[in-house]
């Protein structure tokens, strides 16, 4: 269970590595699979951009914080903004989804 002052508690999974989102609200670290405004389950973000709960959209409202230069695809490799394809699985960094920090 996750508390947040003000809010109600709901359950998380502790296999779920934690993630940072800029939204509306300020810097949010949720499980991966959370949304960082409703926290309600929403996996696969970078190909599903828009919560199917409170309309989160990444790139809109909400944008992925690389402030570590660890890959958000596969958590294994590196990406930077000079160099914004992993080198581990590929993936590359879209500027729209993403801040660096």
Request: some cysteine; overall charge negative; charged content about 25%.
């Amino acid at each position: 269970m996750s508390v947040d002052f003000g809010k109600e508690p709901r359950c998380i999974w502790g296999d779920s590595t934690p993630q940072r989102y800029v939204v509306e609200d300020g810097i949010q670290v949720v499980p991966h699979d959370r949304c960082p405004t409703c926290w309600e389950l929403w996996d696969f973000k970078l190909q599903n951009p828009t919560c199917s709960h409170c309309g989160t959209t990444l790139g809109e409202n909400c944008k992925v914080l690389l402030d570590t230069d660890e890959c958000p695809w596969c958590q294994e490799g590196k990406v930077t903004v000079a160099k914004p394809r992993c080198e581990q699985c590929g993936f590359v960094v879209d500027p729209r989804i993403a801040v660096w920090g």
